[in-house]
C-alpha cells in the first residue's frame, strides 16, 4: 500500500500553526472527559439499587406488674427528744464540765454551782433529826413508864394519855425532820447540774461567774437526741381522701408486708439517704389554714450525719397498683391535651397513643391506662425521624438506658493492652 507523504506547506504562518494546536488540545480533553463519565463510579451502588436502610429507634416492651406508689413530699427533720438543761439551784455557776458540741449520757455532770449553802442546809437538817429522835426516844419512854403505873391507878389516865400524844408528836417531829434532810440532799444536788437524757449537747448559753437560777430556773444548755431522728411532712388532705377512695374501690391496694410505707429521705444535694424510715402516724385532724395533713415517720442516724432543722423530701409508698406499665419519662409526651406514647408496630410503622400516667418512680411513669402487654414504646431516635418523609417504617432495637450504655462503651474504648515482646514470649 503506498504510503502517502505529506510535507508541511512553506506557506502556512506561525498563527495558523497556533490555531491548529490549540484545537487539538481541546479534542483530547473533550475525549478524555466523556471516558471518565461513561465509566462506573467506584463504590457507587448500580443503578436501580435497593431503598436505604430503616432507621432504628430504641423502645422498651410493655410489661404489666405490680408497682408502688411514691409520693414525694416536703418535710423537714427533728430531734427524736429535746431537753434544756436549767438550773434548778440559786448561785453562783462555777465550772463547766463538757465540751460544746460533743455527745453526753444521761446523768453525766455537766455544771457545778456553788454548792456551799446548800450543804450546811444539809448539815442542819441533819442536826434537827437527831434531836428530833432523841425527843421521840425520851416521850417513848415516858409513856412506856407511865403505862404498868397506869393499870395499877399509881398515875392518872390523863397523865398517861398526855405521855402517849407527847410519844406520837416527837414520832412526827422526826418524819418532819427526815423530809428536811431529804430536801436538803436534794437542792445539794441540785448543784452539780447533770444531763438527763443521752444525746448531742450544744454551746453553753451561760459562762462561769454567772449568777442563775435567782427567781427562775435559768436556761444553761440544750440536749438533743438525733438517733433516731423525726421527720415531719405534710400531705394534701384531698390526695389522702382520693388514695382511700381509690382502695376502696378497688383500683388501689394497700402496700402490705416488710417494705410496707417505707419512707426515703432525698436531701438537698438530691442524693438519696442510705437508711429508710419506718412511718410512725398520721394526724387525725386537717390544718384548718393549709388544708394539709401531718405525718411523721422515724428515721436512723447512727453516724449523725443528718442534723435537726434540715429541709428534706420524702418518699413514701402509701399504695400499689396492679397490672401497671412503667416507661421512661422520655417516652412519654406530656401536654396539656393529654399524654401520648409512640407505639412501633410489627410492620415498622409508627402510632401515636393516649395514656393514662399516674405518679413517678424513679424517674419512670407509672401508666395506668392505655398499653396492652407486649406492644413496643418508642424511647430513643425521635431526632432520625425528622429528617425522613412521614410513614417511613423503623427498625425497633432494644433501648438501653444511658447509665447502662455509659460503662460499655468506656469498655469498648479503652486501648488494649500491649504485646509482649518476642524475648519474653520465648522465656
Known amino acids: ?28 480533553l473533550s475525549l478524555a472527559a466523556c471516558g471518565k463519565s461513561d465509566a462506573p463510579t467506584a463504590g457507587a451502588p448500580a443503578a436501580g439499587g435497593g431503598a436505604p436502610p430503616a432507621p432504628e429507634v430504641g423502645v422498651v416492651v410493655a410489661t404489666p406488674t405490680d408497682v408502688g406508689l411514691v409520693t414525694e413530699l416536703p ?37 457545778r454551782i456553788d454548792s456551799a449553802p446548800y450543804a450546811a442546809s444539809a448539815r442542819s437538817a441533819q442536826a434537827s433529826l437527831a434531836r428530833a429522835e432523841a425527843n421521840a426516844v425520851q416521850a417513848k419512854a415516858l409513856a412506856d413508864r407511865y403505862k404498868p403505873l397506869v393499870e395499877a391507878n399509881a ?30 440532799n436534794i437542792n445539794l444536788g441540785y448543784a452539780s447540774v447533770t444531763a438527763p437524757i443521752s444525746g448531742r449537747i450544744g454551746r453553753a448559753l451561760v459562762t462561769e461567774g454567772a449568777l442563775v437560777g435567782q427567781g427562775d430556773a435559768t436556761a444553761l444548755a440544750v440536749i438533743q437526741q438525733i438517733n433516731p431522728l423525726y421527720v415531719n411532712f405534710t400531705q394534701s388532705a384531698n390526695d389522702v381522701m ?32 442510705a437508711m429508710p424510715g419506718k412511718l410512725l402516724f398520721s394526724d387525725l385532724t386537717v390544718d384548718s389554714t393549709t388544708g394539709q395533713i401531718t405525718l411523721r415517720a422515724e428515721l436512723p442516724n447512727p453516724k449523725g450525719e443528718l442534723l435537726p432543722g434540715l429541709y428534706v423530701r420524702v418518699r413514701i409508698e ?33 402510632s401515636k397513643r393516649t395514656v393514662k400516667v399516674g405518679a ?33 417504617p423503623v427498625k425497633a432495637v432494644p433501648w438501653t438506658p444511658p447509665s447502662a450504655a455509659a460503662p460499655a462503651a468506656a469498655a469498648a474504648s479503652a486501648p488494649a493492652a500491649p504485646a509482649a515482646p518476642a524475648s519474653a514470649a520465648k522465656q
Open 360 to 392: 413517678a418512680k424513679n424517674n419512670q411513669w407509672v401508666v395506668m391506662d392505655g398499653l396492652k402487654a407486649g406492644e413496643q414504646v418508642m424511647v430513643d431516635g425521635f431526632q432520625k425521624l425528622q429528617m425522613m418523609p412521614p410513614g417511613t
Open 318 to 350: 402509701q399504695a400499689q397498683v396492679s397490672n401497671a406499665i412503667t416507661l421512661p419519662q422520655q417516652a412519654v409526651t406530656r401536654t396539656q391535651q393529654g399524654d401520648t406514647v409512640t407505639v412501633v408496630g410489627a410492620d415498622g410503622k409508627l
Open 1 to 28: 500500500m503506498p504510503v502517502l507523504h505529506v510535507s508541511p506547506s512553506p506557506l502556512r504562518s506561525p498563527v495558523t500553526r497556533a490555531f491548529a494546536t490549540a484545537i487539538a488540545a481541546i479534542v483530547v
Open 75 to 111: 418535710g423537714r427533720l427533728e430531734a427524736s427528744r429535746v431537753a434544756e438543761v436549767r438550773a434548778r439551784a440559786a448561785g453562783i455557776l462555777q465550772e463547766r464540765l463538757f465540751r460544746e458540741g460533743s455527745d453526753v449520757k444521761a446523768g453525766q455532770p455537766l455544771f
Open 155 to 184: 398515875v392518872s389516865k390523863q397523865e398517861y394519855a398526855n405521855a402517849v400524844a407527847s410519844q406520837k408528836s416527837a414520832e412526827a417531829d422526826v418524819g418532819v425532820a427526815r423530809a428536811s434532810v431529804t430536801t436538803a
Open 242 to 273: 382520693k388514695l382511700r377512695s381509690a382502695m376502696a374501690a378497688g383500683q388501689f391496694k394497700r402496700a402490705d408486708g416488710p417494705d410496707a410505707a417505707s419512707v426515703r429521705v432525698v436531701l438537698e444535694g438530691g442524693g438519696e439517704y
